[in-house]
């Protein structure tokens, strides 16, 4: 399985923009990036995901670099609700590992007023 | 509501004590998992299903047990849980796991304490 990078912790300014980075250089071709969040011991919740093109959608915007080893997730506007850990994920390829799903660390985003 | 849910969702127990913790999902999904979360280790998937009768190990399946007789189902079974096994533990379902279809939702969560 291609394996994630993370920073451990960053921090953010209310309402300016969060962009959290994410390093997945052994990435493989037919390989998705996901990207969830976990606020305080809730259960993680789907933020966006993508294979090599930019994707936006109401909570947040994925950019993946064209060679695919890395990605950034950002948040256009956080809000202190923003607080939580980010985690990037690669989805792995083919047959029955499809259903495998690898959770990093993560990083910590801690959104200041 | 479209949603995961598990119970209990705090349990209390001693070691060897069969336990069962449910997970169901009211949105026809094929594709269920169960995940453990510990503090420094961050989630780790015990086992998945990805349709009924179709169950496959994930990271730390050892201790753990799952059947999937039915698709809204997909019961946790620890059959002599030990203290290693006190944990956060958290059920996820998707539609399939092809294109399009795979983003998973979770539940709320089990708190697990095993003495």
């Known amino acids: 399985d291609a394996k994630t990078t993370q920073p451990p912790s960053m921090d953010c300014a209310e309402g300016r923009a969060a962009n959290l980075p994410c390093n997945h250089s052994?990435?493989?071709?037919?390989?998705?990036v996901y990207w969830y969040r976990q606020i305080h011991s809730q259960g993680p919740q789907y933020i966006i995901h993508g294979l090599k093109n930019n994707e936006t959608n109401e909570m947040a915007s994925l950019i993946i670099t064209e060679d695919r080893k890395s990605s950034t997730l950002i948040l256009p506007h956080a809000t202190l609700r923003d607080t939580a850990v980010y985690y990037c994920?690669?989805?792995?390829?083919?047959?029955?590992?499809?259903?495998?799903?690898?959770f990093g660390q993560g990083t910590i985003l801690t959104v200041h007023p | 509501e479209a949603q995961v849910t598990q119970n209990p969702r705090y349990l209390i127990t001693v070691t060897g004590k069969k336990l069962t913790v449910t997970c169901s999902q009211n949105?026809?999904?094929?594709?269920m998992s169960w995940y453990r979360q510990d503090p420094g280790l961050g989630l780790r998937q015990i086992y998945y299903s990805m349709n009924v009768e179709v169950t496959d190990k994930g990271d730390v399946p050892e201790g753990y047990k799952v059947s999937r007789k039915e698709k809204r189902n997909f019961p946790l079974i620890l059959e002599s849980p030990s203290p290693n096994q006190t944990s956060l533990y958290f059920c996820?379902?998707?539609?399939?796991?092809?294109?399009?279809?795979?983003?998973?939702?979770f539940g709320p969560g089990t708190r697990l304490l095993v003495l």
């Open positions: 994920i690669v989805r792995p390829a083919g047959g029955t590992s499809y259903g495998k799903l690898t």
């Open positions: 996820a379902s998707s539609l399939s796991v092809y294109r399009g279809r795979e983003t998973q939702y």
């Open positions: 949105m026809n999904h094929e594709y």
């Open positions: 052994t990435i493989s071709g037919n390989e998705y």
